[in-house]
């Protein structure tokens, strides 16, 4: 009862949030989304990768007498399926069409509606494969230590974890579509499987101290996990499938259902 909501549509969301799969705020009041498309031009090219946004009301989906109100965007990652914010405009994402994480560091954000993108610096991270579930987005989480950044490898139902203070420059990468201050590959990255057992479609992902938790689009379960031990510690069956993204927040589990259009809240005993 008596709850409020505003509904904002960007000018060019056409571009910037054509079939967006996952979203992730930054400590600096900035967010990320990922399109979960071969082109955001919709012209057949691969023209496609994350945009940064401001979560203030005052300019987002606000005229800019730009291009739209996005702070910025870089186009090296079709069908990206999750996302995960580390500091400021530095963002974590599951690139579903080479089949691995890239970091986007978007750097100075170039003001809503501009388009100068060359400052950015992007670290792929190749040898973290992942399977893209065209679907089922692949959320991302990084623990409050910013070591272990959780990954919903949803193609191939598993969680992985990777150290993403692991590496060390490996070469550089030709950018795609753009000019890129760095564009480089990472080898010699620490990570591993955490959990692959009874998943039929993982997707969304939290972590709150030594518990990991996993939603399941396929069978409408919540999975608690010990990273420690990489053990099941517990589940809860809401009863419906569609699962997607989920979040601890004040001493709740919230999670959102696809398929029944719903924003759910576990409130624990």
């Known amino acids: 009862a008596n709850q409020q909501y505003i509904y904002k549509k960007d000018g060019n969301a056409w571009h910037f949030m054509s079939l ?63 996302i995960a914010a580390e500091e400021a405009n530095v963002f974590w994402v599951f690139d579903g069409y080479y089949g ?50 959780y990954i919903v490898d949803g193609g191939n139902k598993r969680i992985l974890r990777m150290d993403i203070n692991s590496g060390n420059i490996a070469g550089n990468l030709p950018p795609v579509n753009e000019v890129l201050t760095e564009y480089v590959r990472i080898s010699g990255v620490t990570w591993e499987v955490v959990y692959d057992q009874n998943l039929q479609k993982p997707c969304g992902i939290e972590i709150n101290g030594n518990r990991l938790f996993i939603s399941d689009y396929g069978t409408g379960e919540i999975i608690c996990i010990d990273v420690n031990t990489k053990k099941e510690m517990a589940r809860i069956n809401t009863g419906s499938p569609g699962i997607t993204g989920i979040k601890i927040k004040n001493n709740k589990l919230w999670y959102v259902n696809a398929t029944n259009n719903t924003l759910m809240a576990v409130t624990p005993k």
């Open 100 to 149: 691995n994480i890239i970091r986007y560091d978007f750097a100075a954000d170039h003001g809503p509606g501009n388009d100068y993108h060359a400052d950015a610096r992007l670290r792929r991270f190749s040898e973290v494969k992942v399977k893209r579930d065209p679907l089922v987005p692949s959320h991302l989480i990084l623990d409050s230590d910013k070591k272990w950044l």
């Open 20 to 82: 967006t799969s996952a979203l992730a705020f930054s400590e600096n009041g900035n967010w990320g989304s990922t399109p979960n498309v071969l082109d955001a031009n919709h012209g057949g090219g691969t023209y496609t990768g994350p945009a940064l946004w401001s979560s203030d009301m005052n300019v987002y989906a606000e005229p800019s007498g730009g291009n739209g109100s996005h702070l910025d965007m870089v186009h090296q990652s079709p069908f990206c399926m999750g």
